[in-house]
């Protein structure tokens, strides 16, 4: 019989409420694998999800993405085989084990030049900051886009991801410290926005006219400036809330600040079709492996230290991406 060290939660709550259990695998059923993780991604909707932000039906293991290798294969599973290198973002959570059976679709082989930590930082935060730019708003080389929390997980990946592209990225952060390591990964200029009126430097940095896209993921704290930072016809991308819920606004703010456009995107959706998924991965994998996207592993922590994980990504001590070792 099968068992995993997992992380489960059984009430909504701060890191302590996460408890270390070992319990069954079980075997993979139809359209499912069994997969060995050896690392597994620490993400801002673990947070969401335990505190209870994003409410699940508990007890409930927690986690949305790992990388490791292929113990068992179910019925129908044709994509992958048994000693495969793989990794995924995913849902339902449950990543924080060491074993786990799930569904194969969105799992993908991981090319042999990546190592298992760097899978698992990557593909979570790495498809979302692919869908952002390549698959949310046309955006060409020249354009210019205002990022939030640039040198966290998502943030850093983004730099580089515009700096591929040709695209001027402003990029907030709240430490000098922060905003230095997102200008040496690609970020074209930075604000403190702790100790900075950001809107009012972007509009100095934009001789007036506002950025093309803003990608917001701060919410609550910054929604109504990170509008001001617009020009005319441009795109608000919301896509998170660390700071809290974007409380509920009147559309009419958008026709008075320049007709304004506004998406609220989540990468489940975009990754939701297997072969979608599949693609998106293998264009984030070729990022990775021709040197223009290096994934910044900033903080690792055993499997068993995860609440210290989530208190540190909590306090906004981390940069980069962080890894569980399992
Ligand atoms: P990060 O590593 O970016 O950590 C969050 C960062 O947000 C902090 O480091 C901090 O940076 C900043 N921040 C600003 N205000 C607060 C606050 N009040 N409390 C906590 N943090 C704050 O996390 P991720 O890379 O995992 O995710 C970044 C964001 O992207 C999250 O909001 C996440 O939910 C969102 N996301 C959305 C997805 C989607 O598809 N919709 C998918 C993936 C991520 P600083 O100190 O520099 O301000």
């Known amino acids: 019989m099968r068992t995993s060290k997992t992380i489960i939660f059984e009430q909504p709550g701060g890191p302590e409420v996460l408890r270390l259990v070992e319990r069954e695998t079980g075997d993979p059923g139809p359209g499912q694998i069994r997969v060995r993780h050896h690392a597994c991604g620490l993400n801002y909707i673990d947070i969401y999800q335990r505190s209870g932000a994003y409410p699940l039906a508990l007890p409930h293991a927690l986690?949305?993405?790992?990388?490791?290798?292929?113990e068992a294969v179910g019925e129908g599973v044709?994509?992958?085989?048994?000693?495969?290198?793989?990794?995924?973002?995913?849902?339902?959570?449950?990543?924080?084990?060491?074993?786990?059976?799930?569904?194969?679709?969105?799992?993908?082989r991981l090319p042999e030049s990546i190592d298992f930590r760097t899978g698992a930082a990557m593909m979570l935060q790495g498809l979302t900051v692919h869908y952002l730019f390549q698959r949310t708003v046309p955006l060409a080389a020249g354009d210019t886009v205002l990022f939030h929390a640039a040198a966290g997980g998502v943030g850093l990946i983004a730099c580089q991801w515009a700096r591929a592209m040709g695209i001027r990225l402003i990029g907030t952060a709240g430490t000098d410290a922060k905003c230095d390591l997102a200008r040496a990964?690609?970020?074209?200029?930075?604000?403190?926005?702790?100790?900075?009126?950001?809107?009012?430097?972007?509009?100095?940095?934009?001789?007036?006219?506002?950025?093309?896209?803003?990608?917001?993921?701060?919410?609550?704290?910054t929604f109504e400036r990170s509008l001001d930072c617009l020009r005319p016809l441009g795109m608000m991308i919301s896509f998170g809330n660390a700071s809290g819920k974007v409380p509920p606004f009147d559309l009419g703010i958008l026709g008075a600040k320049g007709s304004l456009k506004i998406t609220?995107?989540?990468?489940?959706?975009?990754?939701?079709?297997?072969e979608t998924c599949q693609s998106m991965a293998a264009d984030l994998f070729a990022m990775v492996e021709s040197g223009k996207?290096?994934?910044?592993?900033?903080?690792?922590?055993?499997?068993?230290?995860?609440?210290?994980?989530?208190?540190?990504?909590?306090?906004?001590?981390?940069?980069?991406?962080?890894?569980?070792?399992?």
């Open 78 to 108: 044709t994509h992958l085989a048994e000693g495969d290198r793989v990794a995924y973002a995913a849902a339902p959570p449950g990543a924080y084990c060491e074993a786990r059976v799930m569904q194969a679709a969105q799992v993908c």
């Open 185 to 221: 990964h690609g970020a074209a200029e930075t604000i403190n926005y702790e100790t900075e009126d950001f809107a009012a430097r972007v509009r100095d940095l934009t001789g007036g006219r506002g950025v093309d896209v803003v990608m917001d993921s701060i919410g609550a704290a």
């Open 264 to 274: 609220r995107p989540t990468l489940f959706t975009h990754i939701a079709e297997h």
């Open 293 to 326: 996207l290096t994934i910044r592993i900033g903080q690792e922590y055993a499997l068993e230290d995860v609440a210290q994980a989530h208190r540190d990504m909590e306090s906004r001590t981390t940069t980069g991406s962080s890894v569980l070792l399992c």
């Open 63 to 70: 986690g949305m993405e790992a990388a490791g290798v292929v």
